[in-house]
């Protein structure tokens, strides 16, 4: 389960299913893209932890921190 359902991330999964929630892939692409590719497949895609770990080689602890810190950038820029 995903245990950040904070603002963003609704708006990132809102975005899914509506165009005006928050255009991501433009928030996506200010983040590096190995980060923004683990934002996408974590959030968007629902790829646990458990499988980003072995297509990443990072640790679930190193995943969650960046995650963690590519959310709190983003977090920035669209609550301003």
Do not use: C, F, W
Not at 61 to 74: D, T, V
């Amino acid at each position: 389960g995903h245990e950040h359902q904070d603002e963003l991330v609704e708006k990132i999964y809102a975005a899914k299913n509506d165009e005006q929630a928050l255009d991501v892939e433009e928030l996506l692409s200010e983040l590096s893209p190995d980060t923004a590719q683990l934002v996408r497949q974590y959030y968007l895609e629902g790829v646990s932890y458990a499988e980003l770990e072995q297509t990443t080689g990072l640790s679930q602890a190193g995943l969650r921190q960046r995650l963690s810190r590519a959310l709190k950038g983003l977090r920035h820029k669209v609550m301003g």
